[in-house]
Structure formats: structure tokens, C-alpha cells
């Protein structure tokens, strides 16, 4: 077996080449650029990064584990490793310093994403304890076959119910209007099946900072449907088109539990796929979900979405 070496990352001597790995292994290309952004907004939270090297000093791969923002005994991860450098020992010495490293660090869970077209990723998380918590998996829609016009007789009625359907932008996204995004979004979002009750925001300041400030935001791509009897925010789905992608992405569609049933999913989804067509000016859209979040994949599968490629959600409990 060749000798390989572990030195802490250095950000202009390898992020190139880690941004390069992470390219091959998710769903969207990572600059250098981003990398060192992504690097700096959460330094304070990163419990290690190190990167592998042979005796050549080529680099072969590299660890990257980041303590939550929810959980501080909870820890995500990378271990990537060159392709054609797999197999021998690298990702090995790398994740036994990154769970050496982590269990001084007194985070007692390790959670890991594992793309679902690598059985050879899943096998080495499971020889090593790990275990499947959730399925995400990706759908993509064709736009220009998408024949939204049934939808119309299903919006009218709604509308007639008294549910007035607009965006963060008619809305003039105000600060209290993105509270009451954050609240329906959150609590939506928490109780999709699949989720097991998990928040994706601290608070609503981390929602205005992580999601109203950030760069893919837009206020009219926010869809949401009110209840005018109650004022309460009923339904909401929101898309955007990332920059430098030919496609717009469907980030979240949610319905508040005491609306659901009432096809208000639907319809807001539709209204965010129409301004995707006529505004964002794309062929396509993606989205995720969670393999037990049936209903909503139901919706797009009815819409005409098909499945793409998705990853594991693995966990380790390094108390037992």
C-alpha cells in the first residue's frame, strides 16, 4: 500500500482541487470561488478539514466534517477521494483522523450523504456503523411538455373559497411578510414526512440571512396562497433560477397541516412553474424530495416530473 500522508487544508494551495472533487460528486459544479466563500461563512463550525497526499505530495483526497447549527453534539462530513486513486487506503486514513478528530470534539452523531449510484460509497459508511436515515432523490421536469391548463379550473375554485394567491414581491417583502414566510415554510417544512419533526432555521433570523438575503432569492418565484377569512398563510412554494444554470430549481412547496387536502399544493406549484417558463425564461425544472414524502411526489409525478439520481442521508451514533 503506498504511503499517504494528512496535512491540514490550506485555502489557495488546494481549494482548486477540493473544489474539483466536490464537482464530481454533487449534483452542482463548486468553484474555487464559492468554496472559499462557503469556507469562511462557516469556519467557526468546521471540526476538521485535511487533505491526503502521496509521497510525491499529489493530492488524493481530502476530509471536511462541520459541527450542525441545530445540534452541537451533531457533525456533517465529506470524505472524497480521486477515482482513480480509490482503493487504496486514502479515504481509509482520512476518515479515521475525521472520527478520531470529531469524538475529541464531543459530537456524539456523525451524519454523512452518500450518492445512491455508488454502492461502493454505501458499503464503506455501513462497514464503519453508519446506517440509512433518509432517501432524498431529484426530479426534473420538461416545461415545454408540461400542459398547465387543467390547473386553471382548480385555482378559480380556490380563489372562490377565498384564498388569494400572490408573491413576497406583490407583497411588497416586508420584513413581516417574511415572517410569515418563515413560520409557514418552517413549520411546513418540519412536518413533511420524512423530516422527523427536524427545523432547517434556528429562528427567523437565520431565515432572513440564509434565504430573504441571499444572492438566489427572488421575491416574485416566493408563491403563496393565503386564507383572506383568516389572514393565515395557507400554502407556499418557492423556485429560482441559480446563477449560471439553464434550469430553475423548485427549492421547497409546502401546505400548513390544517390545508391540506384541499390541492393548494397544486396550485401554488403551478403558479411558481408558470413564472419559471415566463419570467425565468427555462426549459426545465428540478427539485428533490424525500422518498416518504408521498403526496408531494405525487403532485410532480402527476405534473410530469421524472426521477433523477439522489443520495443516502447516513448517521452514526459514536456513543454506541
Same mark, same amino acid.
Given at each position: 500500500?503506498?504511503?499517504?500522508?494528512?496535512?491540514?487544508? /490550506?485555502?489557495?494551495?488546494?481549494?482548486?482541487?477540493? $473544489?474539483?472533487?466536490?464537482?464530481?460528486?454533487?449534483?452542482?459544479?463548486?468553484?474555487?470561488? +464559492?468554496? !472559499?466563500? *462557503?469556507?469562511?461563512?462557516?469556519?467557526?463550525?468546521?471540526?476538521?478539514?485535511?487533505? $491526503?497526499?502521496?509521497?510525491? +505530495?499529489?493530492?488524493?483526497? #481530502? &476530509?471536511?466534517?462541520?459541527?450542525?447549527?441545530?445540534?452541537?453534539?451533531?457533525?456533517?462530513?465529506?470524505?472524497?477521494?480521486?477515482?482513480?486513486?480509490? @482503493?487504496?487506503?486514502?479515504?481509509?486514513?482520512?476518515?479515521?483522523?475525521?472520527? !478520531?478528530?470529531?469524538? /475529541?470534539?464531543?459530537? !456524539?452523531?456523525?451524519?454523512?450523504?452518500?450518492?445512491?449510484?455508488?454502492?461502493?460509497?454505501?458499503? #464503506? $459508511?455501513?462497514?464503519?456503523?453508519?446506517?440509512?436515515?433518509?432517501?432524498?432523490?431529484?426530479? $426534473?421536469?420538461?416545461?415545454?411538455?408540461?400542459?398547465?391548463?387543467?390547473? *386553471?379550473?382548480?385555482?378559480?375554485?380556490?380563489?372562490?373559497?377565498?384564498?388569494?394567491?400572490?408573491?413576497?414581491?406583490?407583497? +411588497?417583502? =416586508?420584513?413581516?411578510?417574511?415572517?410569515?414566510?418563515?413560520?409557514?415554510?418552517? =413549520?411546513?417544512?418540519?412536518?413533511?414526512?420524512?423530516?422527523?419533526?427536524?427545523?432547517?432555521?434556528?429562528?427567523?433570523?437565520? #431565515?432572513?440571512?440564509?434565504?430573504?438575503?441571499?444572492?438566489?432569492? %427572488?421575491?416574485?418565484?416566493?408563491?403563496?396562497?393565503?386564507?383572506?377569512?383568516?389572514?393565515?398563510?395557507?400554502?407556499?412554494?418557492?423556485?429560482?433560477?441559480?446563477?449560471?444554470?439553464?434550469?430553475?430549481?423548485?427549492?421547497?412547496?409546502?401546505?400548513?397541516?390544517?390545508?391540506? @387536502?384541499?390541492?393548494?399544493?397544486?396550485?401554488? %406549484?403551478?403558479?411558481?412553474?408558470?413564472?419559471?417558463?415566463?419570467?425565468? &425564461?427555462? &426549459?426545465?425544472?428540478?427539485?428533490?424530495? &424525500? =422518498?416518504?414524502?408521498?403526496?408531494?411526489?405525487?403532485?410532480?409525478? !402527476?405534473?410530469?416530473?421524472?426521477?433523477?439520481? +439522489?443520495?443516502?442521508?447516513? /448517521?452514526?451514533?459514536?456513543?454506541?
Amino acid at each position: 500500500m503506498k504511503t499517504i500522508n494528512l496535512r491540514p487544508a /490550506e485555502l489557495e494551495r488546494d481549494f482548486g482541487q477540493i $473544489a474539483a472533487l466536490f464537482s464530481l460528486t454533487e449534483d452542482e459544479p463548486t468553484s474555487e470561488l +464559492g468554496l !472559499k466563500v *462557503d469556507y469562511e461563512e462557516h469556519r467557526e463550525r468546521i471540526i476538521r478539514l485535511m487533505v $491526503a497526499e502521496d509521497e510525491q +505530495g499529489e493530492l488524493l483526497g #481530502f &476530509n471536511w466534517a462541520t459541527r450542525s447549527r441545530f445540534d452541537a453534539n451533531q457533525a456533517y462530513f465529506y470524505v472524497i477521494v480521486k477515482p482513480e486513486q480509490r @482503493g487504496q487506503g486514502a479515504g481509509l486514513r482520512l476518515y479515521e483522523d475525521l472520527e !478520531k478528530t470529531i469524538a /475529541e470534539a464531543q459530537a !456524539k452523531k456523525l451524519r454523512v450523504n452518500i450518492r445512491d449510484t455508488c454502492p461502493e460509497c454505501r458499503a #464503506f $459508511a455501513e462497514r464503519r456503523g453508519f446506517s440509512e436515515k433518509r432517501h432524498l432523490f431529484a426530479m $426534473a421536469l420538461d416545461l415545454d411538455a408540461l400542459d398547465d391548463r387543467p390547473y *386553471d379550473e382548480i385555482i378559480a375554485r380556490l380563489k372562490s373559497e377565498g384564498f388569494q394567491f400572490t408573491s413576497m414581491e406583490a407583497l +411588497g417583502n =416586508t420584513e413581516e411578510a417574511q415572517r410569515k414566510l418563515y413560520i409557514l415554510n418552517d =413549520t411546513a417544512a418540519a412536518s413533511t414526512p420524512g423530516t422527523d419533526g427536524e427545523h432547517s432555521w434556528t429562528s427567523f433570523e437565520d #431565515f432572513q440571512k440564509h434565504v430573504c438575503q441571499s444572492d438566489w432569492y %427572488k421575491p416574485a418565484g416566493q408563491m403563496v396562497a393565503i386564507d383572506t377569512a383568516t389572514g393565515s398563510w395557507a400554502a407556499m412554494s418557492a423556485i429560482t433560477r441559480m446563477e449560471g444554470r439553464d434550469y430553475a430549481y423548485n427549492l421547497f412547496t409546502g401546505v400548513d397541516m390544517p390545508y391540506c @387536502g384541499r390541492k393548494l399544493g397544486q396550485a401554488v %406549484k403551478v403558479l411558481a412553474l408558470r413564472y419559471a417558463r415566463e419570467v425565468l &425564461n427555462v &426549459n426545465s425544472v428540478r427539485t428533490h424530495h &424525500n =422518498t416518504r414524502n408521498l403526496p408531494m411526489i405525487a403532485i410532480d409525478r !402527476k405534473l410530469g416530473y421524472t426521477p433523477l439520481p +439522489g443520495t443516502f442521508l447516513m /448517521e452514526k451514533n459514536l456513543e454506541a
